[in-house]
């Protein structure tokens, strides 16, 4: 029996991208990995624009090409996880659909994967985006890396393949705001690193802006850190200790040099100004960490179906049945974990 092999691909505004793809990735299990059994599962994040009817024809073109559509948009965080859980092979590749992750790299995944290796990704080695983009991320990986508890992976957007046993363990999480490339640190096997040059995007316009790579950024280093509240204790505990001594050399100089020694109010205002500073900085924190508590306690789903095509006998099931399903196999879990 062959073995088989899912591609999660997320989807949104991606017209130009997705049929390329499709047949990209078509052609790699035709020609180079012809003994395994695959299947792609698109999910869309109620695209806009004409990505869902072309997705509606390669599923009719291909059985094992599948697509979920989402009822709205649930961002670059909840809908690849979902989607990953939704796969059925004994391994399982996610990638994006703009073909800044390259298409040739599953050959070399799926080597690594015979090789023993649970979980295989590609990390960036060099990057044909805006370089001040990559200098970014760049900063950001070096930044979370050094303040979490956990070794975070630099340079990796999720791009890589991932065991069955390791899907199975974010089966079982119930996080509505997963973020990926710490679950992997954090509670996945061993992983291989493959080096790879991120390419253009081949069509479109990048989804991204500057309010979802915030949180996006905020979301890991919410879920993983505890250093920056705990600055905010030590730089309390620092600045209370300067101005106590900062208020004992003035009450001396004052008492030694009563007529020629002036404060003025320059000092205050910085005082001032700073203390001010500081404490927006932290309460701001605080407010971050209190919004990651409040959605997972919240426990919303990571997505809601509105269709799905290709999946079980080949037909169609409404948004209901999909969350019965999802009820279904939740009841079965718990069950099972006790």
């Known amino acids: 029996m062959k073995k088989k092999i899912s591609v999660i691909i997320p989807t949104y505004n991606e017209e130009k991208n997705v049929k390329p793809l499709a047949a990209a990735i078509t052609e790699v299990f035709t020609r180079k990995l012809s003994r395994y059994d695959y299947e792609i599962i698109f999910i869309d994040n109620h695209s806009q624009d004409q990505t869902q009817n072309y997705l509606r024809d390669l599923c009719r073109e291909n059985k094992k090409i599948k697509a979920i559509f989402n009822t709205k948009n649930f961002g670059q965080m909840r809908s690849p996880v979902y989607g990953l859980k939704q796969t059925t092979g004994d391994c399982a590749i996610r990638m994006c659909a703009d073909f800044q992750d ?198 919303r789903p990571l997505v809601v179906e509105e269709e799905r095509i290709n999946f079980g006998d080949g037909s169609s099931c409404s948004e209901e049945e999909a969350l019965v399903e999802e009820k279904n196999c939740e009841e079965e879990r718990q069950r099972d974990a006790v």
């Open 102 to 299: 390259p298409v040739e790299m599953i050959e070399k995944f799926v080597q690594e994967w015979e090789n023993g290796h649970k979980i295989v990704i590609g990390i960036k080695k060099s990057s044909k985006e805006r370089r001040i983009m990559y200098a970014v991320r760049a900063c950001y990986y070096k930044l979370v890396k050094r303040i979490t508890d956990i070794d975070h992976i630099e340079q990796f957007t999720g791009f890589g393949l991932y065991d069955k046993s390791f899907v199975d363990v974010v089966r079982q999480l119930h996080d509505p705001m997963p973020y990926l490339r710490g679950i992997i640190a954090e509670l996945g096997y061993d992983y291989k690193a493959i080096p790879y040059e991120q390419q253009k995007r081949k069509a479109g316009k990048s989804k991204n802006n500057f309010y979802s790579l915030y949180d996006y950024a905020m979301v890991g280093i919410t879920s993983y850190s505890k250093v920056v509240m705990r600055m905010a204790t030590f730089l309390g505990f620092l600045v209370a200790g300067l101005s106590f001594l900062a208020g004992l050399f003035y009450f001396v100089m004052k008492l030694i040099y009563w007529d020629r020694f002036s404060a003025g109010v320059a000092p205050m205002l910085i005082g001032v100004f700073f203390l001010g500073a500081l404490q927006l900085f932290f309460i701001g924190f605080l407010g971050e960490y209190v919004l990651s508590i409040n959605t997972r306690v919240l426990d």
